[in-house]
């Protein structure tokens, strides 16, 4: 994995979590994409016991919007998810083994494009590059850290309504989840009543097309969270939770997973 110029994550935990201060160490690489033709931060977060030479194999955790997860300072409004300090704490009380966490930024104003697989009109994306955003991940971040199969996928507020919810259409047709899937969702997303209502009943939709897939308690968990708003400090509130269920009594060898970013689409991965 190329090594740049490492940077500690600023230690002050927030107030509104229990979680101590990480102790990992956050490395920062450029990543000059072809696929999206721009260029972004990845932002890998290494425990406090990586040791550098390979001996030890650990699973690999993708999320996106590595903007908001690891620094209050380049978070969105000041707020991190503290993954850094979860990922910390669940380490040492030993319910999860130690990972390494990778953080995509996202493309700032180009955001919805790169993530939306389809023209939409609510949000408005005329020009959709979503589908090609598989290809880069699998062929432009995961060699930088180590090559695998999707075996966890960790789904937070999913806008499930865009383009007439054809990303609940896509669910029904996939045959092959991950192993263990947390979906996320809060009971004031929209901040309207009855958008609101409509939000969690698609994401109870999406919930029961998974059971019907196959994935019982074990494998899925789903957590909607009342009074619960679309922001960081709500995502925040249920990381630890997600990375414990995602993570307890991981299998041996290396898993690349992934979160999917707030609004987009949850896509099936390979087990």
């Not at 994995?1 to 002050?12: D, F, G, Q, T, V």
């Not at 990992?24 to 260029?39: D, K, Q, Y």
């Not at 709500?234 to 609004?263: C, H, I, K, N, Q």
Request: one cysteine or more; a positive charge; aromatic letters at 8%.
């Amino acid at each position: 994995m190329p090594r740049p110029s490492p940077r500690k994550p600023k230690e002050k935990p927030a107030p509104h979590l229990d979680v101590p201060v990480s102790r990992g160490n956050l490395w920062l690489h450029t990543l000059e994409s072809r696929v999206f033709g721009n260029t972004r931060l990845v932002r890998v977060w290494l425990p406090s016991d990586y040791d550098g030479w390979g001996a030890t194999r650990y699973p690999v955790l993708y999320l996106n919007d590595g903007q908001n997860l690891f620094e209050p300072a380049t978070a969105f409004a000041g707020v991190h998810w503290q993954v850094g300090e979860a990922a910390t704490r669940l380490i040492a009380e030993n319910k999860i083994r130690p990972l390494i966490i990778v953080g995509i930024d996202n493309a700032g104003r180009n955001r919805a494009r790169e993530y939306i697989p389809y023209k939409s009109r609510d949000p408005r994306v005329v020009q959709a590059f979503g589908c090609r955003y598989p290809e880069f991940l699998q062929s432009e971040v995961m060699p930088l850290i180590a090559p695998g199969i999707f075996g966890r996928l960790l789904i937070e507020s999913p806008s499930l309504f865009v383009a007439n919810r054809k990303i609940l259409s896509g669910a029904r047709d996939c045959n092959a989840w991950p192993s263990r899937v947390f979906l996320g969702m809060g009971t004031r997303e929209a901040g309207n009543p009855e958008k609101d209502a409509k939000t969690v009943d698609d994401a109870r939709e999406l919930a029961a097309i998974l059971r019907t897939a196959g994935l019982g308690e074990d494998r899925l968990r789903v957590r909607i969270a009342e009074g619960a708003t679309h922001t960081e400090s709500a995502w925040a509130a249920r990381f630890p939770e997600a990375l414990e269920f995602l993570y307890s009594d991981t299998p041996a060898g290396v898993s690349s997973d992934l979160r999917m970013p707030p609004g987009s689409q949850p896509a099936g991965g390979r087990v």
